[in-house]
């Protein structure tokens, strides 16, 4: 009773809809890293048409989201998402088909579709008009739990793929989007477009999440709404790019390949400890000053370690203190935005930031891959660092303007 109290009677759904989440990403973005091989050995693609499948999958929420994003200010998220689950499992099973790039490729279109209608932005967006002044306690809880798709779903999806085959297994997935995610998404009570009041000043600086209007005055919100861009896609052309490659850059600076591997693990717990303190912590801080936090941290750690000897327990610090500044910068992706701009045109907003901050998560593994190839570890952490500091400063830029009100 306590629970269902404390999130204004909507626990079990909240629930439902973490259980989405991890079903969501783990069946689609995840689910590439098992079935690589068995698509190589099966059909011929080879990892970087794999892999190519997750970059459409990014550009099509793109493209996109801006659209969706306006539906669901003007009509709730229970419609998107539903299509959304169903476009979901078309995809799947269209994936499930596939007999070659081309027929694997465009099955990732109709996936990337329905999953910016249920997952991505959508997924906040309810969150916001379901929970108001808590959203973004809950926004952190919700990222916390999928964090845990990757744990759950690659044993998952190997072990199905060992019983049944990779095509069986993602009719599994399509079924899984039917059976269990639709009549969750089915359940989201239905919006009540609330109605405007008359224009008052800003929310004070540093609430919970920034009312129905935000803390930026009307004057200054298509400067903030770049800098805030600015920010969340240069931190994220780093968070989608250099994590990928830690291992072979620790390699390079003199670890083993067994010493690397086991120090890169240390990513996942960091980074969902850091998601859980800003779930629990966080509301104290304003949203502005933990992302500036972490933007300071990760440039500052990449510009260090090339001037430190590399042994295990450096590498280890690096990587927890790095995920750990990853982990307050994703959460704060979703939920700035809403401190800064207020519900009133929320979904609008996030669809319009997904466009420059995809397309940079679209192309971190490509361009990283080749720093890393041609350029090797030390200049690829300096470069990195440098284009953390452009989040930063633009970061740093935007605190100076909320404060100026």
Known sequence: MAATSRFGGHGPLLLGLALTRII????TFYSPSVLVGAL?????????????????????????????????????????????????????GVLSLAQGPASYLASWFVIGLGHAMSLANTGNVTIAQLMGERTRRVIGLMMLVTGLASSVF???????????????????????????????????????????????????????????????????????????????????????????????????????QHEAVWVATLSGPATLAARAIDATLGEKLPAEKVALFGLLLGPVLCLALPFVPMTIATAAIFVALFSAALGVISVARATLPLALFGRNGFAAMLGKLTVPQNMAFSAAPLLFAVMVERLGASPTLMASAAIQAVGFAAMFALVRMVARG
């Open 40 to 92: 190589d050995r099966e059909i011929g693609l080879n990892a970087e048409i794999v892999f190519g499948g997750i970059t459409i999958l990014l550009i099509t929420g793109a493209l996109v989201a801006p659209a969706i994003g306006r539906i669901l200010d003007r009509e709730g998220t229970r419609r998107s998402m539903c299509v959304g689950a169903v476009i979901c499992a078309l995809g799947l």
């Open 154 to 256: 690659w044993p998952l999806t190997a072990t199905l793929m060992n019983a049944f085959g990779w095509r069986t297994t993602l009719l599994i997935f399509a079924a899984m989007q039917i059976v269990i995610v639709l009549p969750i998404y089915a359940s989201i009570p239905r919006y009540r477009h609330p109605q405007v009041p008359e224009a008052r000043p800003a929310a004070v600086q540093g609430g919970p999440s920034g009312g129905d209007h935000g803390s930026v005055p009307a004057h200054a919100r298509r400067a903030a709404f770049w800098l805030v861009a600015l920010a969340f896609s240069a931190s994220g052309l780093v968070s989608w790019g250099l994590p990928l490659h830690l291992i072979t850059l620790f390699q390079e600076a003199g670890l083993t």
């Open 24 to 27: 969501g990403w783990g069946s």
